[in-house]
């Protein structure tokens, strides 16, 4: 029994040693297996932050409060930050500007929160980060959670820089931008304003200076000049390192052992705080170098790269031209303003000539036409008409002068008046018969008599291109004919195109002489003006007048056989009612203005007295007033049916007088009929008369005719 049961003890002891032993092996395995994993887990840990290490964007790992636990080598190379530097610290406080503070905040509660996850597991987004110099760096941003058990155990970043496109693109909106501020801006520190906006959606311009450099001086001035270190508005060019670049007039990035070496050279003298880093180029058109653009840092060597130097170098030859494309327009304004001064002197002074010239003129010619209807004796008769036709001889070559700058000055105008156009060249024919008859020419008229009677068109203008080309055909022919034809070309409704022609059988234009005639003050040779007289203006003004008609004056001539110029223009036909007011007009009487009450405000006495004479042989009231104060005062205190008023008198002149009678409380006064006196047809007050609501006006020296029934209409 004992055997047995000592048998059975070994047994036991036996299979729990077997036991023993298994579990032993079963835990040697086990360790054995341990150890193989952590010794993976070591490989895997070693790959994983070679990885991160070597991939090309920046990666940061941080905790939920943003706190950096790892970065990367590209991390330390785009934002300088160092790992003894980053870790520890806030991510927001590294990199994030103030200006997105809130926003850096807001995506990272949108991925988490103390809870764990929130819906949105990862953030992409583009936006911009500073690095450790305050360097701006565009970035594409990605932000995702790591998570263990469900529950976040930290952040991780990825940042791409995307600088180098974004420059791309604000380099092609800054060019455009500054070309078209260039054009659109007036000032030039406006101009240098918007550049400086412009550069800085590329480049931090806390150290940003634009120079322009005037060679006659050898001077820098600065119109815009940022630093944080030192200010100036005015260099000399020598031993400055703007001045270096300009006289190298290429672009360069320095550093300060570049800066050190061009001052040991004797190259440079340095003004001001040194720099670290001096980024320059040239603002050139051509060979030219008109001043320079600078960048600097005063702290960090990297701050610009010579990608910079070359998109700098770039935007500077837009800028270049873009100041050359201002100062060029701003000299052609310049000389426009001074060709506008001209004009207007010139103006002034042809006004002041046509008032001058033309008021004894109208004296001359008022007084021989009292002459006239005085029925003078038959010996006077003729020492009156020579007054007259001198007279008139002298107010067209006035005239031709005067039209001549109108003409210039780009302010003629024409009428659209009813006449009737064979009276019109019935009458011409009259005017031209005398002066053909004294010099033994013959003067044929040929009339289309297709052509209707009654027309609209300007007969005063029409009358100074045929009166032109009559007085030259005249003028130039000593024996022969004088022609003058009028036919229809054309017709369609109610326009009608009529062709003029003038030939004569005079001296002729040589062939390269016919279009130098047509040019002012030139005639068709050097002589002409010594033997015949004239200003060279009649051809030229005609032309012109023709032209600005819709024509064209022409001209078919050979020496010693004759002349012919022809033209051609446009008119309406006049309707019947048209035709009934005309005929009204032609059986005018003169009985029509008997009692009227009359004031007539006008400077000169022998003006106002040949003004008086009509007015009295018409049993018109005349009541003189010397000035415009005087008329004013007269106006208050008596009833008038029209005010005749000279434009230019002494102490107060018609056109302030106008004004004041227009903007009168008084009705009656306010509403006077006022017809305008003035011997200057280019006057300075133009666009001033035109709003003075004036009813008409009468040009000096005038026809009585034209003062009778301008009275007449206008009468109250």
């Known amino acids: 029994m004992a055997t047995k049961d000592k048998t059975g003890d070994l047994i ?43 991939t090309p964007e920046s990666i940061v790992q941080t905790a939920k409060d943003g706190t950096v636990e790892r970065i990367n080598k590209e991390f330390t190379r785009q934002f300088g930050y160092t790992k003894e530097e980053a870790l520890g610290k806030n991510i927001d406080e590294l990199i994030v500007p103030d200006e997105l503070k809130n926003e850096a905040v807001s995506f990272t509660k949108k991925i988490a ?39 976040i155990s ?18 092609k909106s800054v060019i455009y931008n500054i070309s078209a501020a260039a054009l659109t801006m007036t000032e030039f520190s406006d101009i240098f304003n918007n550049i400086k906006e412009e550069i800085s959606k590329i480049w931090d311009i806390k150290n940003f200076y634009i120079v322009l450099y005037n060679k006659e001086s050898q001077t820098l001035s600065l119109p815009y000049y940022q630093d944080e270190k030192d200010y100036f508005e005015e260099v000399p060019v020598k031993n400055t390192m703007t001045g270096w670049l300009i006289k190298e007039n290429r672009p360069v990035l320095l550093k300060m052992a570049d800066i050190d070496e061009l001052e ?12 670290k880093l001096w980024l320059g180029v040239p603002l050139s058109t051509g060979n030219e170098v008109i001043g320079a653009m600078v960048l600097q840092d005063y702290y960090d060597e990297e701050a610009f790269t010579n990608d910079d130097l070359r998109l700098l170098h770039l935007i500077g030859n837009q800028i270049a031209l873009a100041i050359q494309r201002k100062r060029m327009l701003n000299n052609l304004i310049a000389e426009r303003r001074k060709a506008e001064e001209a004009g207007r002197l010139k103006q002034q002074f042809m006004s002041t000539m046509s008032h001058e010239i033309r008021t004894p003129l109208n004296e001359v010619i008022g007084i021989s036409n009292l002459l006239l209807q005085g029925e003078p004796r ?55 018969s005398f002066r053909t008859e004294t010099r033994d020419l013959e003067f044929i008229l040929s009339l289309d008599k297709k052509i209707p009677h009654n027309l609209i068109g300007d007969p005063i203008r029409l009358n100074q291109i045929l009166s032109n080309l009559l007085s030259n055909a005249v003028k130039f022919t000593s ?11 054309s017709r369609s409704g109610n326009e009608i195109k009529l062709k003029f022609n003038v030939r004569d059988t005079g001296i002729g234009i040589p062939h390269d002489r016919q279009s130098v005639i047509f040019e002012s003050f030139r005639q068709a040779s050097d002589d002409t003006t010594r033997k015949f007289g004239g200003t060279g203006l009649g051809l030229s003004i005609s032309k012109k007048l023709v032209e600005l008609q819709g024509g064209s004056l022409d001209v078919e001539s050979q020496p010693d056989v004759g002349s012919n110029f022809f033209f051609s223009l446009d008119f309406l036909i006049a309707t ?14 003169w009985d029509e203005l008997k009692g009227k009450n009359i004031l007539i405000a006008e400077d000169n006495k022998i003006n106002f007295f040949v003004a008086n004479k009509f007015l009295t042989k018409w049993e ?14 007269y106006i208050r205190d008596n009833k008038y049916d029209l005010i005749l008023m000279d434009l230019h008198m002494p102490e107060m002149d018609g056109i302030e007088a106008i004004e004041i009678i227009r903007n009168s409380d008084d009705p009656d006064i306010r509403d006077l009929p006022v017809i305008a006196l003035t011997a200057a047809i280019m006057s300075e007050h133009e666009a001033k008369i035109e709003k003075l609501n004036i009813n008409d006006y009468i040009l000096k020296p005038f026809k009585p005719r034209d003062l009778y029934s301008k009275i007449l209409r206008h009468t109250r």
């Open 12 to 54: 036991r002891e036996n299979a729990e040693l077997r036991d023993r032993i298994s579990r032993l092996e079963k835990l040697k395995e086990e360790q054995k297996n341990s150890s193989f994993d952590i010794e993976d887990l070591l490989k895997e840990k070693v790959l994983l932050e070679t990885l991160i290490d070597l």
């Open 113 to 151: 929160d103390d809870e764990g996850i929130k819906s949105e597991t990862y953030i992409k987004t583009e936006t911009y980060r500073v690095n450790k110099y305050g360097k701006k760096l565009y970035v594409s941003m990605m932000v995702q959670p790591a998570v263990i058990d469900g529950k």
């Open 154 to 171: 930290s952040l991780f970043a990825i940042y791409r820089n995307m600088s180098g496109r974004k420059k791309d693109d604000d380099t």
């Open 264 to 275: 040991q050279k004797g190259e440079i003298a340095l003004i001001g705080t040194p720099c």
């Open 378 to 432: 038959p010996d006077q008769m003729e020492y009156v008409k020579t007054l007259r036709f001198s007279a008139d001889h002298l107010l067209t070559l006035v005239n031709d002068v005067l039209d001549y700058t109108k003409m210039e000055a780009g302010s003629i105008s024409f009428e659209k008046t009813k006449f009737d156009i064979f009276e019109f060249i019935n009458d011409l024919k009259r005017s031209y």
């Open 479 to 489: 024996e022969g004919t004088i022609e003058m034809g009028v036919k229809e070309v």
């Open 576 to 589: 019947d009612e048209e035709r009934t007011r005309d005929n009204g007009e032609k059986d005018q009487r």
């Open 620 to 633: 018109i009231n005349v009541t003189h007033a010397e000035n415009g104060k005087i008329a004013l005062d």
